[in-house]
């Protein structure tokens, strides 16, 4: 708490009260704080491809350019860190865009089948899911009317099912539904993936929060797909939750509320 006093005098110099204001400090520090961890991770999250990349290329410039085995090798090496800090800023910049709409007096929002939006999601990684033999249900009613935020809902959805893919084994299933109340719609995503042990739960929608940092990197994620769906959820004054059993799978859901089309949402 930040206290600043002052005394107040009359004309002919005689005291006649004070005033004391409080200023609650601690949201703003913490604040303060959060901007500046984000951008050390930020930092950190860049740093580790570009040293991967000048490694390779002086490993390279120092006669590696000569075994064409090698070189080409650390030339794929090179080319996927250069994809990973393109997929990191493309990830950022989501999230600056969602920040600012929501803040810009609300995110438009327009009726929409929502069955069809799920299955547009789906298809982005249908490639992935087939590689894999995972086979993706859906279960939505064809009539199901939401008002929403297309493009931004279905960033949330492709997060959700490329995540349910990247973390299941090989012939599983993923079952994508929708549940309609007058009141909201969740949309779940659940996968009969590896799960995710108890104590991560409460962290795993922070930006660049990993269960497996290693693994999240190698498969190529950038660390900020699960924070992009928190935001997108909150944009649409909505929420997400998890729920999820080690070596049995995991359910992650986002909650929205139902607004009629054309009522901002975002900024209530
Ligand atoms: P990433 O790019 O690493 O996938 P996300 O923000 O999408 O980043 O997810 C954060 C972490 O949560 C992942 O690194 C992973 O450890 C865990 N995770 C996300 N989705 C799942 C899932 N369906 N099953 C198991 N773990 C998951």
Known sequence: LQAVGAVLKDAGDVTIGAVIVLNDVTRLRRL????????????????TPITSI?????????????????????LRIVSN?????????????????I?????????????????????????HSSRQAEEKNIRIEVDCDAALQVAL?????????????????????????????????PHQVVVSVADQGRGIPREHLPRLFERFYRVDKARSRQMGGTGLGLAIVKHIAQAHNGKVSVQS????????????????????????
């Open 32 to 47: 303060e704080n959060m901007r500046r961890d984000f951008v050390a991770n930020v930092s950190h999250e860049l740093r």
């Open 54 to 74: 000048k490694g390779f290329v002086e490993t390279l410039l120092s006669g590696a350019m000569q075994e064409p085995e090698n070189a080409e090798r650390f």
């Open 81 to 97: 860190q250069s994809d990973r800090l393109n997929a990191i800023i493309d990830d950022l910049l989501s999230l600056s865009r």
């Open 99 to 123: 920040e600012q709409d929501s803040e810009k007096g609300g995110l438009v929002i327009q009726e929409t089948e929502l069955r069809g939006l799920l299955e547009t999601a789906i298809q």
């Open 149 to 181: 935020n297309p493009p931004l809902f279905e960033q949330a959805l492709v997060n959700l099912v490329d995540n349910a893919i990247k973390y299941s084994e090989n012939d599983t299933c993923i079952r994508v539904t929708a549940q309609a109340s």
């Open 245 to 268: 059993t080690v070596g049995e799978g995991s359910v992650f859901r986002i909650h929205v509320p139902r607004v009629e089309a054309g009522e901002p949402a975002g900024n209530a």
